[in-house]
């Protein structure tokens, strides 16, 4: 008997035996970075995305994130959960970031006595139960690696569900990836070294990689580099 | 036309009004009394039918009322009774705008022009005992030309009194004179007359009546007579809606609190929808049962307030606020007295704007806000708040921001966007050390290592606020060399304390 007709067969009884679960793409928001929306068309909406990069040298991660907050915030209502409460709001002006559509949380000391990292999970299981919001970020970047990489592979499983079923975003920052599977883009960034104009500070050199996108098949790493002035140059 | 809506017994009712309404229903059956007066002489103020069938009289002392045995005590509550006359007022309200809160239990309600909406005035008044039924009350009605007539009417007789006009006199007139607003040096004058009924007091001749007890006797008598026509006294404050609970027994666990604050809600948003309002704040104080009352403090108390973005009527919004916060406290006594106050605010009227970016539901807003409140606190160590909107402060020190309450209904921004590079904060500052060649760093402590400063730009010095906490910093932009490759950060020398910290990363 040919394979294809036993497959026929099995189908007769049981049509959704060999069906391939079709992921809604439902668009993106753009981060604002003309190099990474023309390599992976921005955050992908219905999924999870992972923004990684060192946390002891500069990589870049928080310059995304902000950038990606100003676009979103442009015309969605954006949340971000602060693990490690290190967001600088001036920062966030300079970048465009319209602040009455951002929701930020601090995590920190509580009466409940969680750790920033069970706080910013438990925010962010919050935030995903009430809709409403566009981009839901984590930053969990000042976070040490070991603690995050005990985080079961079901949380990450179940904020990927969740999140399937809302027209929203929702992105990690983290200093390695941790999603595995359960990540629709996973982008690390780093910086190159040559940065000093004279005696002043005026640009980072960037680099990205697409480690891993839903959007595009089959999964390769794909590199791409750009540079971002600071905020006084 | 004037309609009197009178409750009788009045306290006695009002203490069955928190009752459910079979309960209420089957204690009408039994002899009840209520009481009030100094802990060690309690007497008895207001009793129902049974309880006069069994003897008991109005002025006993509770001692003597016990020895009886079968009657049902209850102790007088200020706020029950309260809660009852406001019932009584919304009941009225719905008949007509003009309503006079006269006295405890009795209302006047000016039925001029409702004939349209309640039809011929037997209807009326039948309606209104219903709709008084309805609360929780058994009440008299009387339908009289003037306020005072319907007033007496429905204080003397009861079920629904109709007294069509020209017939006041006729029928007031087996009604006693110790029902008039009469000081005792007059009563007792009448009585030594032998005037003990309205109609012999309107049959009196009116001047010899003047000569002898003045305008207040001729007063009376056109009271007796039904010839008093004044103007109602509107209650024209604005509606005050707070409920009130006070236990028997102190309560101590989250559910026996819980279930009487959502009763509490429950009839505050009762009472807002009857009025087409809503509220956008509310208020909670929880009265404790402290042993050790300190000298001057009539016990401690628990208050928070809550200020809603837009006005809700819902009354589970509310209690769910209320529950996570309750969640949250811990007292050191029990609960004696809750004490739930809802602001009046008009209804939001607003229509969705098709082309708005989709927002948080503006009621479930505030929960999702409490339940993170809950979870990371409300304020840092500094008193900002933990959970909303950035917002920066117009001044040169660094990391100056406050953070204001997040609502769904946002502006839109004109800045555009430019990505830069942006920095990441320590809070607080990490403190470091040092080691400088010139005036530029050359070795800066990362944690427990020294890193070796690539390139530095700086200094840039700044200083401030020297009216308050003064701020005099040096700060430096450095590039360090670390095992993950090189990092940015920004580190300053406080001039003051002469010590160096890292501000942030730029990241």
């Known amino acids: 008997m040919g394979a294809a007709l036993l497959k026929a067969q099995i189908e007769q009884h049981i049509p959704s035996a060999f069906a391939v679960h079709q992921r809604k793409g439902d668009g993106n928001i753009p981060t604002g970075i003309a190099e990474i929306d023309n390599a992976v068309r921005g955050v992908p909406l219905r999924a999870l995305t992972e923004i990684c990069g060192s946390d002891l040298a500069s990589s870049g991660k928080t310059s995304l994130l902000v950038s990606l907050l100003a676009q979103a915030s442009q015309d969605r209502f954006c949340a971000l959960v602060d693990a490690s409460d290190a967001f600088d709001p001036e920062t966030g002006r300079t970048a465009g970031i319209n602040p009455s559509r951002l929701l930020w949380v601090r995590c920190g000391k509580s009466k409940a006595k969680l750790r920033p990292l069970e706080q910013a999970f438990k925010v962010a299981d919050i935030l995903l139960q009430s809709s409403g919001f566009g981009l839901i970020a984590v930053d969990l970047s000042g976070i040490a690696e070991r603690v995050v990489r005990r985080i079961p592979l079901s949380s990450w499983f179940r904020f990927s569900r969740v999140i399937e079923k809302q027209a929203a975003a929702l992105v990690f920052i983290e200093q390695e990836p941790h999603a595995t599977s359960c990540a629709g883009l996973v982008l690390r960034i780093s910086t190159e070294p040559k940065v000093f104009s004279g005696n002043l500070l005026t640009q980072l050199n960037l680099e990205v990689e697409v480690m891993r996108s839903w959007g595009k098949k089959p999964v390769r790493s794909e590199r791409s580099e750009f540079c971002l002035p600071t905020q006084w140059a | ?507």
């Open chain 2, 1 to 507: 036309m004037f309609a009197c809506l009178h409750v009788p017994d009045f306290p006695v009712q009002a203490a069955l009004l928190p009752e459910t309404q079979d309960a209420r229903e089957g204690l009408r059956q039994s002899p009840i009394a209520v009481f009030d007066g100094p802990a060690s002489l309690p007497k008895i103020i207001a009793l129902n039918g049974p309880a006069r069938h069994m003897g008991i009289e109005a002025g006993m002392t509770r001692l003597q009322v016990e020895t009886c045995g079968g009657v049902l005590l209850r102790k007088r509550s200020e706020a029950d009774e309260n809660f009852a006359q406001a019932e009584l007022l919304e009941c009225a309200n719905a008949f007509s705008p003009t309503v006079e809160s006269t006295c405890s239990g009795t209302v006047i309600l000016d039925l001029a022009g409702t004939e349209k909406l309640f039809g011929a005035l037997e209807d009326t008044a039948q309606k209104l005992a219903e709709s008084a039924m309805e609360r929780g009350f058994h009440a008299h009605v009387a339908v009289a030309s003037n306020p005072d007539t319907a007033f007496y009417a429905a204080l003397a007789s009861a079920g629904i009194t109709l007294i069509p006009a020209g017939d006041e006199a006729d029928r007031l007139a087996r009604l006693r004179i110790s029902l008039l607003p009469i000081t005792p040096d007059m009563l007792e004058t009448l009585e030594s007359w032998g005037i003990r009924t309205f109609q012999s007091l309107a049959a009196l001749p009116e001047a010899p009546l003047t000569e002898r007890l003045g305008q207040d006797g001729l007063y009376l008598q056109r009271l007796a007579r039904g010839q008093i026509m004044r103007p109602l006294v509107p209650s024209g404050e604005s509606p005050h809606f707070v409920e009130t609970h006070e236990f028997d027994d102190p309560v101590e666990t989250l559910e026996s609190l819980s279930f009487i604050v959502n009763r509490l809600l429950q009839q505050a948003c009762s009472r807002l929808t009857a009025h087409a309002l809503s509220t956008n704040e509310l208020r909670l104080i929880l009265n404790l049962d402290v042993r050790q009352v300190r000298a001057g403090k009539d016990g401690e108390e628990y208050k928070h307030e809550w200020k809603l973005p837009v006005p809700t009527q819902d009354r589970s919004v509310l209690f769910t606020l209320v529950r996570l916060d309750l969640e949250k406290q811990t007292f050191s006594a029990p609960v004696k007295k809750v004490t739930v106050e809802v602001v009046p605010a008009k209804p939001r009227a607003i229509q969705g704007n098709l082309f708005a970016p989709p927002s948080p539901e503006a009621e479930q807003l505030e929960i999702t806000l409490a339940r993170i409140r809950g979870v990371v606190g409300s304020s840092d160590e500094d008193g900002l708040s933990r959970v909303g909107s950035p917002e920066l402060v117009d001044t040169h020190q660094p990391d100056s921001f406050r953070v204001r309450p997040f609502s769904s209904s946002a502006s839109t921004n004109s800045a555009t966007v430019v990505p830069a590079i942006a920095l990441r904060v320590f809070r607080p500052a990490q403190e470091t050390s040092v080691e400088r060649t010139g005036e530029a760093p050359h070795l800066v402590r990362l944690g427990r290592k020294y890193r070796r400063v690539l390139a530095a730009s700086g200094p840039w010095c700044s200083s401030g606020n020297w009216w308050k906490e003064t701020w005099v910093r040096e700060e430096w932009d450095v590039a360090l060399k670390t095992t993950a490759g090189i990092g940015f950060y920004r580190i300053y020398l406080d001039r003051l304390r002469d010590r160096w910290f890292v501000e942030g990363i730029f990241d």
